[in-house]
């Protein structure tokens, strides 16, 4: 486009030449002579015209064409981002934010494509630029705060308060974004904002009833607060949803063991496992339940399975020590909870019980 005649200089000539033979008709209609002057020299008149025109479209060309061109590269990694080719999304969005730095457009698509690359720390900061170009873009505060909670700490107090931020100014820009009610909820659950967190994650269930995690996360909620019939009613609304989540199986297990029904439990992490064999929380889960059925051979089996998977799985090996010390197996049990407080040795429960078994010196 930068060598020979281009199609806004053309353009510019063409609009002026119009415009002046309009004039000139007009003016036929005007004089009512037509063998006035300047009516005779009509198509000088227009030709001439056609100059300042040319030389307007050779002005304003350039800021024309780079936007222009900017949109089609855009809109190439639009379509590149639609057919899962990441790697041609970002050479188009690429050139795009070069021809156009200023379209914050052209930055969010291109952060999402890092991310779909998992260029995390890029997308970031194109997500950032993308809001500084424009304060009201909901997806890109969306995204930068999903973004935040694969930090490598995303529980760290101020970095809990950032996704509460930007989840607040996405929902503030699209009322209706559910995802960013529920992943609010769940960094005002994780700052102890137990009733603020249920709040949101009620609004995203009733923007959108289908999303099967947010049940989830009303349910743990739920736990907090001490809802714990709630929480087992979202367990299987997420559960019906979506019967292939092992997680929700295995959620639904402890909180069955934690209110006692350890029958129910052990059905929920047989599902749980079913789909999801190497689960070593499940594993150690079913443990608990029968250990506290008195089944300790089964209880036994399942910490063993759960070791396997998980050799450094403190709550696995102390429940493992409680079993052993049940079964006779005194060395073994004063092992495993050495072995706990050495992994964990703020585990209070492994320490007192270890140092009864020692202080009896029970053989085994």
């Not at 936007?67 to 969005?93: F, H, P, T, V």
Request: proline fraction near 4%; charge should be negative.
């Amino acid at each position: 486009m930068a060598n020979g005649i281009t199609f806004w200089q053309l353009a510019g000539a063409g609009v002026s030449a119009t415009l002046v033979g309009l004039a000139l008709i007009a003016l036929r209609f005007v004089v009512m002579d037509p063998n006035w002057y300047f009516l005779k020299l009509r198509w000088w008149l227009i030709l001439i015209a056609t100059v300042p025109g040319f030389l307007l479209g050779t002005t304003v060309h350039p800021a024309v064409a780079h936007n222009s061109e900017a949109l089609a590269y855009q809109n190439s990694g639009q379509i590149s981002y639609a057919r899962g080719d990441y790697n041609a999304a970002l050479k188009a969005y690429d050139q795009a934010v070069r021809l156009d730095p200023l379209e914050a457009t052209s930055f969010r698509g291109r952060a999402l494509a890092e991310m779909a690359r998992g260029d995390n720390k890029a997308a970031f900061g194109d997500f950032s630029q993308a809001i500084q170009l424009d304060s009201q873009d909901a997806t890109a505060y969306f995204y930068r705060g999903l973004l935040r909670t694969a930090d490598a700490n995303p529980t760290r107090t101020d970095n809990l308060d950032a996704q509460i931020s930007d989840f607040s100014q996405a929902i503030l820009f699209d009322p209706q974004l559910a995802e960013a009610y529920q992943l609010r909820g769940r960094a005002l659950h994780l700052r102890a904002q137990h009733q603020a967190a249920l709040a949101d994650l009620d609004e995203a269930i009733a923007l959108n009833p289908q999303l099967a995690n947010v049940y989830q996360d009303r349910a743990i909620a739920r736990r907090s607060v001490g809802y714990n019939d709630g929480a087992l009613a979202d367990y299987r609304e997420a559960i019906q949803l979506d019967p292939k989540d092992p997680l929700a199986y295995r959620c639904e297990g402890d909180l069955q063991r934690s209110t006692g029904d350890n029958k129910g439990a052990i059905a929920s992490y047989n599902l749980a496992l079913k789909l999801t064999p190497t689960d070593a929380i499940a594993y150690s889960g079913r443990a608990y339940a029968r250990y506290a059925l008195h089944d300790l051979a089964g209880a036994l089996d399942d910490f063993n399975l759960a070791l396997q998977l998980d050799p450094k799985y403190t709550d696995a090996l102390f429940g493992r020590g409680l079993s052993r010390s049940l079964a006779g197996q005194y060395n073994g049990a004063v092992s495993d909870f050495d072995m706990t407080l050495y992994l964990q040795p703020s585990y209070p429960q492994a320490r007192a019980i270890a140092g009864y078994l020692t202080r009896q010196g029970r053989p085994g």
